[in-house]
């Protein structure tokens, strides 16, 4: 076998391969054995067919298809263990060029991955923000914790419904009299002020009092869910069936004994002040690792595949399925509430993608051009890590690792390594 390699525009290779006839006899050889068993000639047992009988019988051609679904992976496969520098991002093409008795020439065209023109990534400067915990964060965090803790209570006097109650009502919804599907419901809980209803809706149930009704008169928005309402005016006849306020507990000692491992709110209040100030110093430092991939990718040239850019744009809707999966929607019905399509998804997600991919690569090429692959003694300092915190011993653990979690591993190191790298060879200011 020999062959060619011609590199194209976008990041495309093609080879051209040539196979001699032994290499095309022997292959023959193979399809015949792992296809005599489908073929029966009389005078002969099935599957003991000679192949010259069988050739003579069904033509010379009759392994021949068979043969090349043999050939084209095996000596593709060979052409890339020797052109180790081309990596495959996409999928090939084949094209038979010439077949004859005396071998086989066949192409193959892929999409490989990019090479990179690093820009500039030592001596770059870059701004950390700030990290300054006020008082009215705290108390913001203590808010929060306080309604966690609070319950809904009814109200028995004869009190209005304000804003920040929970309403029990029962609603029917109507466009020029006619009512709609979903459009009714009883019993429904709804929080006044939370949001949850279309515009205008929540504002005119309070004030009402436990037994009124009212007909709550609202617009659709243009560009809601349903194409049947978007932008039309609705009635939804409500009637307040109850009224529920929350019932908040106090903060003090008590309140932060029952929400935390402290005895005292002062003691609480500076740990809550500890975990934003940690929170807050994790951002920042995203934040400065961003900011210098950002640069370093801005000055860098790399002509991402569009094979790459579709793979990190299928990515990203399974994480959206997932999400919505655990929110128990479908991703489908999530489009058709947005009143969009998968199309209009992907080119939204498109530019993002280049962008993730970009980074990617000229990150892949910093790591090389830099020697900062992780070593196995590393690999093995943190598998060692997560075997101890399994309560195993590495020979177990490792039994049971799947390639994926030897590939977290492996890529947390190379991403703890950059970093390291970049901010001992950039300026942070502070």
Do not use: W
């Not at 108390?139 to 609070?150: F, G, T, V, Y």
């Not at 009092?209 to 049947?228: A, I, L, M, N």
């Not at 991703?331 to 939204?348: F, I, N």
Request: glycine fraction near 6%; aromatic fraction near 8%; charge should be negative.
């Amino acid at each position: 076998m020999n062959y060619t390699v011609e590199k194209l525009e976008k990041s495309r290779v093609k080879f051209v391969i040539k196979v001699d006839e032994k290499e095309l006899d022997a292959a023959i050889d193979e399809a015949y054995a792992k296809n005599k068993h489908k073929y029966q000639v009389e005078g002969f047992r099935k599957g003991h067919v000679p192949k010259s009988v069988l050739e003579r019988t069904y033509g010379k051609g009759v392994f021949y298809e068979d043969a090349l679904d043999i050939i084209l992976p095996k000596y593709y496969d060979e052409v890339l263990s020797k052109e180790t520098e081309l990596v495959p991002v996409g999928r090939p093409e084949a094209d038979i060029m010439d077949f004859q008795d005396n071998g086989v020439t066949f192409s193959v065209t892929v999409t490989v991955k990019p090479e990179v023109k690093l820009g500039q990534y030592k001596g770059l400067e870059v701004k950390r923000d700030k990290v300054r915990i006020t008082e009215a964060m705290i108390e913001a965090e203590l808010k929060l914790a306080q309604d966690r803790q609070s319950r809904l209570v009814e109200v028995k006097d004869d009190r209005a419904s304000r804003k920040g109650d929970f309403v029990t009502i029962d609603f029917t919804g109507s466009v020029d009299g006619v009512e709609f599907d979903g459009g009714h419901a009883e019993d429904y809980d709804l929080g006044l002020g939370t949001g949850t209803f279309i515009p205008g809706f929540e504002e005119q149930l309070e004030g009402l009092k436990v037994g009124e009704e009212k007909d709550v008169k609202v617009t659709f928005p243009k560009d809601y869910g349903s194409k049947e309402l978007a932008g039309k005016e609705a009635v939804f006849a409500c009637k307040v069936k109850a009224i529920k306020a929350k019932e908040m507990p106090e903060i003090n000692d008590e309140f932060a004994k029952d929400v935390s491992e402290f005895d005292t709110l002062d003691e609480y209040k500076k740990d809550i002040k500890k975990q934003l100030k940690h929170e807050a110093d994790q951002r920042a430092d995203e934040k400065v690792e961003n900011d210098l991939v950002e640069l370093i990718a801005g000055g860098s040239e790399v002509e991402v595949p569009d094979e790459m850019v579709e793979e990190a744009i299928d990515e990203r809707l399974k994480e959206l399925q997932y999400q919505l999966m655990y929110q128990g929607m479908q991703l489908d019905k999530y489009l058709e509430m947005l009143g969009t399509t998968m199309e209009a998804v992907r080119k939204d997600f498109r530019e993002q993608a280049e962008k993730t991919v970009k980074s990617r690569l000229v990150m892949e090429a910093l790591i090389s051009a830099e020697h900062l692959e992780p070593t196995k003694e590393e690999v093995d300092v943190k598998i060692k890590e997560f075997a101890d915190g399994a309560k195993k011993t590495v020979e177990e653990y490792t039994k049971d690792m799947h390639e994926r979690q030897l590939n977290y591993i492996v890529n947390n190191l190379a991403t703890d390594k950059i970093f390291g790298f970049l901010k001992a060879n950039n300026t942070i200011v502070k």
